[in-house]
């Protein structure tokens, strides 16, 4: 059975190097068996992939491509926060903010991006809670930051 860094190489693509905080947080904390990943941008090699909102500046489409970036940046958090992504359990919850047009009212479809993407990566561990939150902005203009939870083994 492949890991899910397999699973991801097989996808195209690898785990980034984990987003600097753009405040005063850290991408990932522990507690007990729990990781929670602070909300992550679609940044791709230090800089924001797009800008604007959805149903405006963003389609639907690109939404979508930029919300599995940044799941593929909460799951480089989680991985720098574990170890290794074989150690994760379960992906618990996903939640996912969109920057929206006030007529803009797909943010579920938009955060399908995520949500497949880890489907991909985790498999049956991969299926999780979530919720789609429509903003009037988000940090440095972004069109969708997401979070996510997850239960993981400690490594030996």
Do not use: W
Not at 38 to 52: D, F, I, K, N, W
Not at 72 to 93: F, P, Q
Request: glycine share 10%; proline share 6%.
């Amino acid at each position: 059975m492949a890991t899910p860094e397999e699973r991801i190489a097989a996808l195209g693509m690898s785990v980034p190097e984990v987003v600097p905080p753009v405040a005063a947080y850290v991408p990932a904390v522990r507690t007990g068996d729990h990781v929670y990943v602070s909300g992550q941008l679609p940044m791709v090699a230090g800089e924001l992939a797009g800008t604007g909102k959805l149903g405006a500046e963003v389609t639907l489409e690109r939404g979508k491509e930029l919300a599995s970036t940044c799941a593929l940046n909460a799951i480089a958090a989680l991985r720098a926060e574990v170890g290794e992504l074989s150690l994760v359990n379960r992906i618990v919850k996903i939640v996912g903010f969109v920057a929206s047009d006030p007529s803009f009212h797909n943010q579920p479809q938009v955060l399908n991006g995520a949500s497949e993407l880890v489907g991909e990566v985790f498999g049956d561990a991969g299926v999780h809670a979530r919720s789609a939150v429509g903003v009037a902005a988000l940090p440095l203009d972004a069109p969708v930051e997401v979070e996510l939870v997850a239960e993981a083994a400690r490594s030996e």
